[in-house]
């Protein structure tokens, strides 16, 4: 099928922008066939995709409200709705300038009532893809102080091999991200030390 090979096995050593036109048709192809799940694993992959290659975001966003409308339509489960909602919230906060843009709190969800409304595996996956857009989040705008909350969070995570090989991908790109810039921010805030010291 192929949204199972584009997102799990051709987005493992090709770019992630090659990918994009191939689920979106895998998508389409899996509403034909009524392949509800493999067709919500498509969404996800290609939102992913998109904000790894750095295209505009207006079209994402356009795509998202129309995910979001036939996953309602659809009856999805509730936490593929939240899943839509998140990438939703992140694009609007790169979009526009908010007073803490780390937190996914807007327009498309406030993540604290959304955690509220899932418990047991749910709130746990829920969390877990909140804490890795937040961590790309914290990244972009460089808020190291909340990166280094969102590491302890997600350090369960960083071995952790997906089918969803974008979204791994993802987590693992902005998590390194973070501990390079972390690390490297410790080294120069000891030298500082030390040459005051002196």
Same mark, same amino acid.
């Given at each position: 099928?192929?949204?199972?090979?584009?997102?799990?096995?051709?987005?493992?050593?090709?770019?992630?922008?090659?990918?994009?036109?191939? %689920?979106?048709? @895998?998508? &389409?192809?899996?509403?034909?066939?009524? /392949?509800? +799940?493999?067709?919500?694993?498509?969404?996800?992959?290609?939102?992913?995709?998109?904000?790894?290659?750095?295209?505009?975001?207006?079209?994402?966003?356009?795509?998202?409200?129309?995910?979001?409308?036939?996953?309602?339509?659809?009856?999805?489960?509730?936490?593929?709705?939240?899943?839509?909602?998140?990438?939703?919230?992140?694009?609007?906060?790169?979009?526009?300038?908010?007073?803490?843009?780390? %937190?996914?709190? @807007?327009? &498309?969800?406030?993540?604290?009532?959304? /955690?509220? +409304?899932?418990?047991?595996?749910?709130?746990?996956?829920?969390?877990?893809?909140?804490?890795?857009?937040?961590?790309?989040?914290?990244?972009?705008?460089?808020?190291?102080?909340?990166?280094?909350?969102?590491?302890?969070?997600?350090?369960?995570?960083?071995?952790?091999?997906?089918?969803?090989?974008?979204?791994?991908?993802?987590?693992?790109?902005?998590?390194?991200?973070?501990?390079?810039?972390?690390?490297?921010? @410790?080294?120069?805030?000891?030298?500082?030390?030390?040459?005051?010291?002196?």
């Amino acid at each position: 099928m192929k949204m199972v090979s584009t997102g799990c096995v051709f987005a493992a050593v090709r770019s992630f922008n090659s990918c994009l036109n191939h %689920l979106v048709e @895998g998508r &389409a192809d899996c509403l034909k066939a009524g /392949l509800a +799940k493999e067709s919500v694993m498509s969404v996800i992959s290609y939102s992913t995709a998109y904000l790894c290659v750095g295209l505009p975001l207006e079209p994402l966003k356009a795509d998202l409200i129309s995910y979001g409308k036939d996953s309602r339509q659809f009856g999805s489960p509730y936490t593929v709705q939240q899943v839509i909602m998140i990438f939703h919230q992140t694009v609007l906060n790169l979009q526009e300038m908010v007073e803490n843009p780390t %937190l996914l709190c @807007g327009e &498309a969800m406030d993540q604290v009532k959304e /955690l509220q +409304k899932v418990q047991g595996n749910g709130l746990k996956m829920t969390l877990r893809d909140i804490n890795s857009h937040r961590m790309m989040l914290a990244v972009l705008y460089n808020d190291w102080e909340t990166a280094e909350t969102l590491m302890e969070a997600l350090e369960e995570y960083i071995d952790v091999n997906e089918v969803m090989v974008l979204r791994g991908h993802f987590r693992r790109c902005y998590i390194g991200f973070a501990g390079f810039s972390l690390r490297r921010k @410790g080294k120069n805030s000891q030298r500082r030390e030390k040459e005051l010291s002196l």
